[in-house]
């Protein structure tokens, strides 16, 4: 499957994740500690997930955080982001945000594989994450971003 990165930031910040750094994408299903291995540089945590006005917060995020920073990783965050519109991003942010456990300046992506998000508001979203202190990153799949977003939003792939 190919997957597709945009990171919007034009501000240098430190991301502790680099080209070719291995590490674990962690959810619910990895339980309340979630899961890594000695070899991983980092780890990317799921706050939750928000289904077009719907909020499903995982319970595990926060002893996930803890849990991996105990042992010394670098801890990103993620949303599950299915929503349209500036309307919409406002409302998945200001719960998600304040949410947010990583430190200042790490990942805090979307993840955009399903629903009908539009250029204009996933690029409004980004750019609020990062005004909050984060690197913002766009996770999704290649056909499902240029199908929705178009080709030129697509900085990097």
Known sequence: MAAAFLFVTSVSVTTYAAKGDQGTDN???QGANGKFYNSDKFTIDQVGGYYNGSFVPHWTYA????????????????IYAQFSGRWQAD??????????????????????ESGNPDYDSVVYALNRIKAAGYTPVLYGYKNF?????????????
């Open 27 to 29: 959810s619910v299903y």
């Open 145 to 157: 971003l240029i199908n929705h977003l178009g080709y030129n939003g697509l900085y990097s792939i």
């Open 63 to 78: 002893s996930q955080v803890r849990n991996q920073l105990n042992y010394g990783k670098h801890v990103h965050t993620y």
């Open 91 to 112: 409302q998945m942010l200001n719960y998600y945000l304040p949410r947010v456990q990583t430190p200042k300046g790490s990942i805090v992506a979307l993840d955009v």
